[in-house]
């Protein structure tokens, strides 16, 4: 194991084990894809890009130079956050891995998904303001406590902010695009709302941090990695706006062509 600035110790079988856990996610994935083709129910080619592509983003941000230089670099911590809080989680919603799994588990355990998924603390979880108190909220709490302290110096709090930030934005990308199956739909009404909620609390945390910088880092470091969240998270945020919008449209448009 190798020490670096400010006590940080690299282990690479904690890298090793990250990476193949990223690898069995995709193994997962693309059995199911294999079991759902032989059962003569396609599967888009470009779900299991996405599928990877979300896994790789999430891999970035824990294992990796990238990774590495975060401890040291605010810029660099601040693209590992949009990768496994914003960037990963989109790209693994669109790739409908609920449905997979429904498509390609056997009658016994499928059902039993189905039952988990429509219990009580699963609809609570997914609900959309729970996912968007544990993203916005749960990022916000990182930086106004020794959270971000803690994660330069110890690993085991750096992968598990991460991990953090990939489920929560995952819940919270699924209650606002998901394509997966829901039992209980929500309203668009109220997922408009906290679109803008998140939308709102991810900007005024940018503006926070650019005027008031975490302790260890450059200032200059801290306003640069400060405009990346909030340049590039809107970036991200606009994609998400966008495939809501055109997934309300396709649902309504049925409805308006047979409208008298």
């Known amino acids: 194991m190798t020490v670096h600035a400010h006590g940080v110790i690299s282990a690479p079988a904690a890298d090793i084990a990250l990476a193949l856990l990223a690898a069995g996610a995709v193994?997962?994935?693309?059995a199911g894809v294999?079991?759902?083709?032989?059962?003569?129910?396609?599967?888009?080619?470009?779900?299991v890009m996405l599928w990877c592509g979300g896994v790789a983003a999430g891999a970035a941000s824990v294992i990796g130079p990238l990774a590495n230089a975060a401890h040291e670099s605010f810029v660099a911590h601040m693209t590992t956050h949009l990768l496994a809080g914003m960037?990963?989680?989109v790209l693994l919603v669109l790739a409908a891995p609920v449905t997979l799994a429904l498509r390609s588990l056997a009658v016994t355990p499928a059902?039993?998904?189905?039952?988990?998924?429509?219990?009580?603390?699963?609809?609570?979880?997914?609900?959309?303001?729970?996912?968007?108190?544990?993203?916005?909220?749960g990022l916000w709490l990182i930086y106004v406590t020794p959270i971000?302290?803690?994660m330069r110096e110890v690993p085991l709090v750096h992968v598990a902010v991460h991990a953090h930030l990939l489920l929560a934005g995952y819940l919270f990308t699924a209650a606002v695009i998901g394509l997966d199956p829901r039992p209980h739909p929500w309203s668009r009404a109220l997922v408009v709302a906290v679109i803008v909620l998140a939308m709102a609390a991810h900007a005024i945390l940018a503006k926070y941090l650019y005027a008031n910088p975490p302790a260890g880092f450059a200032f200059a470091d801290v306003q640069t990695g400060a405009q990346v969240m909030y340049y590039a998270g809107a970036w991200v945020e606009a994609v998400v706006v966008v495939i809501f919008c055109a997934r309300w449209y396709r649902a309504a448009a049925p409805r308006a062509a047979t409208a008298p």
Do not use: M
């Open 27 to 30: 193994a997962a994935y693309l």
């Open 34 to 47: 294999v079991i759902s083709r032989r059962r003569g129910r396609p599967w888009s080619t470009g779900r």
């Open 87 to 89: 960037v990963a989680p």
């Open 111 to 137: 059902r039993r998904l189905s039952r988990v998924l429509g219990s009580a603390p699963a609809r609570f979880v997914a609900h959309p303001i729970t996912a968007t108190a544990l993203s916005a909220g």
């Open 148 to 150: 971000v302290d803690a």
